[in-house]
Antibody, heavy 117, light 106 residues
Framework: EVQLVESGGGLVQPGRSLKLSCAASGFTFSDYYMAWVRQAPTKGLEWVASISYDGGSTYYRDSVKGRFTISRDNAKSSLYLQMDSLRSEDTATYYC??????????WGQGVMVTVSS | DIQMTQSPSFLSASVGDRVTINCKASQNINRYLNWYQQKLGEAPKLLIYNANSLQTGIPSRFSGSGSGTDFTLTISSLQPEDVATYFCLQHNSWPTFGAGTKLELK
């Protein structure tokens, strides 16, 4: 059974940093791209970043370029999102997701990030 | 970026009703369109992928259709457990989601 478990969320002040983690199991992690998708309170879903199976290629939405870094450790079957210079508009639930049969077919339960002073 | 216009934003229907939700892409996305169900406090669940393929384990009352720019999710006979918000996602290019349709029971 595919499982994705996020951790690392919390309350952080504007301008500070936070690192999210996602532990994967139930599939061959190193074979698949991974992504982060977020959802602001009472809002829709928004793709944040993606990373190729080997970590060699990364992609970001414009609003997080230069502030967020997606990475992975295939030996640990783990995905990360380093978030620097956080803004209030980054407040959201962050989901770890992958595409095995199709894009974004498996999702974690999400982790909440609140950026506030 | 490709914009996804989803309609309606809100839908109220009775048990047994046929329900349709639409997504329109701002440009051709072929059949690279997925549909998700999200219940309150839960992660999105994939229902339909590539416009009309039913994900494993999803009831057959859910179906998808369309190609190019216009897509439809249909629930043939609404059940109480279908109360949720439904989203579409295009993955033809940088992924973008529809704004969602909140479905409630009348």
């Amino acid at each position: 059974e595919v499982q994705l478990v996020e951790s690392g969320g919390g309350l952080v002040q504007p301008g500070r940093s936070l690192k999210l983690s996602c532990a994967a199991s139930g599939f061959t992690f190193s074979d698949y791209y991974m992504a982060w998708v977020r959802q602001a309170p009472t809002k829709g879903l928004e793709w944040v970043a993606s990373i190729s199976y080997d970590g060699g290629s990364t992609y970001y939405r414009d609003s997080v370029k230069g502030r967020f870094t997606i990475s992975r450790d295939n030996a640990k079957s783990s995905l990360y999102l380093q978030m620097d210079s956080l803004r209030s508009e980054d407040t959201a639930t962050y989901y770890c997701t992958t595409g095995i049969t199709t894009s974004f077919d498996y999702w974690g339960q999400g982790v909440m990030v609140t950026v506030s002073s | 970026d490709i914009q996804m216009t989803q309609s309606p934003s809100f839908l109220s229907a009775s048990v047994g009703d046929r329900v349709t939700i639409n997504c329109k892409a701002s440009q051709n996305i072929n059949r690279y369109l997925n549909w998700y169900q999200q219940k309150l406090g839960e992660a999105p669940k994939l229902l339909i992928y590539n416009a009309n393929s039913l994900q494993t384990g999803i009831p057959s009352r859910f179906s998808g259709s369309g190609s190019g720019t216009d897509f439809t999710l249909t629930i043939s006979s609404l059940q109480p457990e279908d109360v949720a918000t439904y989203f579409c996602l295009q993955h033809n290019s940088w992924p973008t989601f529809g704004a969602g349709t909140k479905l409630e029971l009348k």
